[in-house]
């Protein structure tokens, strides 16, 4: 696809913004309660931070990806269990320098762009001998995705499978959130079972995403576009209220815990998404760069309207309320989102806005719609890309065929040996296609299934289980993978942007730190709840 830098900065804040602004935002301020709004700034700020080297290590992994994919002509997977192939001798850098020297001070040896010699072109062939039709042809045939990302990275293979599990366990989480949201929504919208309507979200959307795919970024951008406006113009009412109330609120310091779990979610989830949009350009290092400065700033963008809102929602509605009255800490210990608790004192006391309710549900569901699609998509790819690798290492790549069996044995290793009675491997051979088609029906029938028999379970499923997965897959595997690269230069190749060694090592620590830190302490609360509390809450 052909895209001005411009167009790409935009269309990447705004797929950003749709990925991460969903109800996360409307569950903050309830979150926040107990430590109030100064103690949920630092950890927010924090979370802010790590979210940005996150998108930072995650575009230098998607050209090194897209890299390794162009030098593994077979389509094999680089690791075999325990050891790997290091760069041929005509991958080797001129005059004795290293990879990593070479893709620091070497602009034109582009490893992400040039080494297209299955097109009849040389490694140190220059950027700028090659026009943008040749660019996109070459890359048809390399798309980097997540899956493919952690077969070049991570060696070993048992957490490459935690890392799948991680991804695909969050796709499936936080879309089964969208669909319940929706459904809630739109019950209170019109007056319809909650339940009734959720298939007619889910598989409508479901067909489009299938069908459309990555043909749906711009509609998504438009969307999100359309979404920022509700919030903005809420948010100009509440925080017109907000001065008016003048409510004080108070900070507390022993609860800044209860806001670490929430602010990871509230600002990750971006990294699931990116590879499609990545995809969907001729990569350039200007237009690479344009890429990432658009995910920053969707990312900046969504921090400061969860600060907004929160400050908003804390200045009106009171954080604790004698029994019975509208209090956060009521709307918390009833699982309710901060717009329910903000209606009841909008009602009670500036009835004037009480029109703001039905602009809350309709936001509520052109966002969870919008980050409903952008997730599919997400998803879509992901699968796109563990079905083709699956097809190079256990099928017949000259067909583009593979076995039910071995596709089988691929996503659900711990079920095979069951099915090895009902199948033979070389049988029930599918094309790519109906492999593909395969997926996206298991994952979607999961998803559909999941809502209508948990259908109010979101609080559980948006705090423990989601925040959990989250944090390992970005925090724990991004950085892990990023440090891998830098730890075997020679065994990975240069790309065209690079960060700079000290902020890798920078990043790589505190990544680490924050967010290995967030999956112990949501173990430790997990756990502390089921013994103390009987129950994950």
Not at 164 to 189: E, P
Not at 294 to 315: D, E, P, R
Not at 513 to 532: I, K, P, Q, R, S
């Amino acid at each position: 696809m052909s895209c001005s830098d411009g167009t790409i900065f935009i269309r990447s804040m705004l797929i950003t913004t749709a990925t991460i602004l969903g109800i996360g935002i409307l569950a903050l301020p309830v979150k926040v309660s107990g430590s109030g709004f100064l103690p949920f700034v630092t950890t927010f700020g924090a979370a802010l931070i790590c979210q940005i080297m996150v998108i930072l290590f995650l575009v230098e992994l998607l050209q090194r990806t897209e890299a390794m994919m162009k030098l593994d002509m077979g389509g094999k997977s680089i690791f075999t269990e325990g050891e790997t192939i290091p760069l041929t001798s005509n991958d080797t850098p001129a005059n004795g320098a290293s990879a990593e020297d070479v893709g620091l001070n070497s602009p034109t040896r582009l490893t992400s762009i040039g080494d297209v010699r299955r097109r009849g072109y040389s490694r140190e062939t220059s950027e700028d001998c090659l026009n943008e039709a040749d660019l996109l042809d070459a890359e048809g045939d390399f798309v980097p995705n997540l899956h493919t990302m952690a077969r070049y990275f991570v060696p070993n293979a048992f957490f490459r499978n935690i890392f799948d599990f991680c991804v695909f366990m969050h796709f499936i989480i936080v879309m089964i959130a969208y669909a319940l949201s929706a459904s809630n929504a739109f019950g209170d919208l019109f007056g319809f079972d909650r339940q009734t309507i959720t298939p007619f979200f889910v598989i409508p959307l479901a067909v489009i995403i299938i069908v459309f795919g990555e043909k749906l970024q711009n509609a998504v951008a438009c969307m999100t576009f359309i979404k920022a406006t509700l919030l903005v113009s809420m948010m100009c009412v509440v925080t017109y209220v907000a001065s008016q109330v003048q409510h004080r609120q108070t900070d507390d310091w022993a609860h800044v815990s209860e806001t670490f779990l929430i602010g990871t979610v509230s600002l990750g989830g971006s990294v699931n998404v990116l590879p499609v949009v990545y995809s969907s350009f001729t990569r350039t290092p200007k237009n690479i760069k344009s890429f990432r400065n658009g995910c920053v700033c969707g990312t900046i963008v969504c921090f400061g309207l969860n600060l907004i809102w929160t400050a908003s929602v804390l200045m009106i509605v009171p954080q604790t309320a004698p029994q019975g009255e509208v209090s956060l800490q009521f709307a918390k210990h009833r699982h309710e989102i901060s717009t329910i608790p903000l209606m009841h004192f909008l009602i009670a006391n500036y009835p004037n806005y009480a029109f703001i309710g039905r602009v809350v549900s309709v936001f509520i569901i052109i966002s969870v719609t919008v980050s409903f699609v952008a997730l599919g998509l997400g998803l879509k790819h992901y699968l796109d890309g563990a079905v083709d690798t699956a097809i190079h290492e256990l099928g017949y790549p000259e067909t583009h065929e593979i076995s039910v069996y071995s596709l089988w044995s691929r996503f659900c290793p711990t079920v095979i040996s069951p099915m090895a009675l009902f199948m033979q491997p070389d049988k029930s051979l599918i094309s790519k296609k109906h492999a593909s088609y395969l997926m996206y029906l298991l994952s979607f029938l999961t998803i559909l299934t999941i809502s209508l028999l948990f259908a109010h379970s979101l609080y559980v499923i948006l705090d423990v289980f989601n925040s959990a997965l989250l944090n390992i897959e970005t925090g724990v595997f991004v950085a892990y993978m990023t440090y891998f690269t830098r730890l075997r230069p020679e065994e990975v190749s240069p790309v065209a942007i690079q960060l700079p060694r000290f902020l890798v090592k920078f990043g790589v620590v505190i990544t680490s730190l924050y967010f290995g830190g967030a999956v112990a302490f949501d173990l430790f609360e997990t756990l502390t709840n089921v013994y103390y509390k009987g129950s994950l809450q």
